[in-house]
């Protein structure tokens, strides 16, 4: 099987297994970088060290995490054609990642959650600022929200998470406030929670960042703020009013336990308290 007709065998299936448009496209530009490096050759004549050659030419240029993502893709890409039967040997099997040291996650604190707050100018800004920090969502599960996917009566919402699996996500007063507001002040009919404030039809994740990129400028916060971080600042703010570890992975759709048990390192009131109760 040509590489070309792999990727696009590959990319069906996983399209059927419920893999999100974000996983493929970034799958996608590691197949283009593959093929323009292997060219459309049979994937029979792909041996294990032609693929660490390939590896080795984008070590250098490459951080260890984007490596890693590139490892996996292949591994991937050539496990299910050697399941499949269209190769006879996998030559990816023993490619290894190379080891990422885990981060800690970036967070705001309470005070610049608050300087934010204060720079949102519209409904439509407070409405999503609020959305995205009483929810812990991924700006990926807010984008697909329609209107009728909030449940007004206990301020919640189902939203699809990696896997396109569902989850019940609950947002608090401030943010049930200025919802309301913000869709009581729309005039058109689009079933999208969140429009573009011209022409209104969906909102991008590319718009959504640009909001919050607009706000923290605003907000005169000397730091590079992104819309994950609210995430993680939910997260830590959870952690630190007491919330156990299994209810926070829970609301925040991890499938594994270990990538909430990295926020049980955040420095946070939590662990001062500790620390001085123990010491």
Known sequence: MLLTKAWEAYKAEKRIEGFSPHTLNAYHLQANLLIRHFEDINTHFITTQGIKDYLAASSERLKPSSLAHRIRFIRSLFRWLHEEGHIPINPAAKIKEPKVGKRIPKFLTEREIEHLREACQTSMEKALFEFMFSTGCRIGEIVSLDRNCINWSN?????????????????????????????????????????????PHRMSIAQMRYVIKRISKRAGIDKTIHPHQLRHSYATHLLNNGAPLDVIQSLLGHEKSETTRIYAQLSGRLRQEFYRKYF
């Open 155 to 199: 301020r919640s919402a189902i939203v699809k998470g990696k896997g396109d699996k569902e989850r019940e996500v609950y947002f608090n007063i401030r943010c049930d406030i200025w919802l309301k507001r913000y869709i009581q002040e729309r005039m058109d009919v689009d079933r999208s929670l969140f429009v573009t404030e011209r022409d």
